[in-house]
């Protein structure tokens, strides 16, 4: 009995171990694994090329930015002094018009046409007809969503270009004048190309033809609609004027 006792009576407990606390939980973000690495786990040369690259876009948009604000500024110290230089770099590329817009907005249709004197392989000389180069981007632009710039632009660009820096007897004031000149002749070159109608292009002669712009069916106002030509003289084609001989 006693023994049962003994075996039936439960052991007493031993003293218990303290529980863990738990530990803080990090606010540190993890790393993503996708997450692209930063600058400085980069070597040291990827690095140079970085910042050299930056360097350059930032110099070269403030150049830009800076060039296009003291065209448009009214004349100042720096216009005065650098002029030609800024003139240089934004006509005709970077040349701002405003004659979509009020007060004056155009109400002409320019057309800019173009033919050649050709020197034929019977060693004659001949005149071709009338081209009509803007007829020509006109077309191409026409049921394209995206025309290009230069369709769009780059003749009628350069004819204003060649008109705001002429007098009417087709005299260029200042270097604007004859780089113009040098700008309609290459563009007429690259279409005409180096021969035409079976003959080497040795001459080349631009006018442009302006057709004022009807008035509406109920409007009272009478405007003449006859095209005025403006015919510019013969210019020799030199080696320069040729697309393909200039890249060369």
């Keep these: 009995m006693a023994g049962l006792g003994m075996a039936g009576t439960a052991p007493e407990p031993g003293p218990t171990e303290p529980e863990p606390e738990p530990e803080p939980a990090s606010t540190e973000p993890k790393p993503d694994a996708g997450a692209a690495e930063p600058l400085t786990a980069l070597s040291l040369p990827a690095q140079l090329i970085i910042a050299v690259g930056i360097a350059v876009a930032a110099v070269a948009a403030a150049i830009h930015l800076s060039a296009a604000f003291l065209a448009v500024s ?5 216009t005065k002094r650098h002029g030609a230089a800024i003139d240089d770099y934004i006509y005709p590329e970077f040349e701002r018009v405003w004659k979509l817009f009020a007060p004056n907005p155009l109400q002409q249709n320019i057309a800019v046409q173009a033919r050649a004197e050709i020197r034929t ?16 981007d006109g077309a191409a632009i026409r049921h ?21 820096s002429h007098d009417a007897q087709e005299r260029p004031q ?3 004048g004859s780089l113009s000149e040098q700008y309609i002749r290459r563009i007429v070159m690259l279409r ?43 210019w020799t084609v030199t080696t320069g004027d040729i697309p393909e001989a200039k890249s060369r």
């Design 192 to 234: 005409f190309g180096r021969e035409e109608d079976g003959g080497a292009v040795e001459r080349i002669q631009v006018r442009s033809a302006t057709t004022p712009v009807a008035p509406p069916s109920w409007s009272d106002e009478k405007i003449d609609t006859e095209t005025i030509y403006r015919t510019l003289p013969w």
């Design 174 to 176: 200042g270097m604007r």
């Design 74 to 78: 009214p004349p100042n110290t720096l």
């Design 144 to 164: 394209n969503p995206l025309p290009s710039h230069t369709q769009q632009n780059e003749l009628r660009r350069a004819w204003e270009f060649y008109v705001g």
């Design 121 to 136: 392989r019977e060693g004659g000389t001949a005149t071709t007809g009338w081209r009509d180069l803007s007829a020509q």
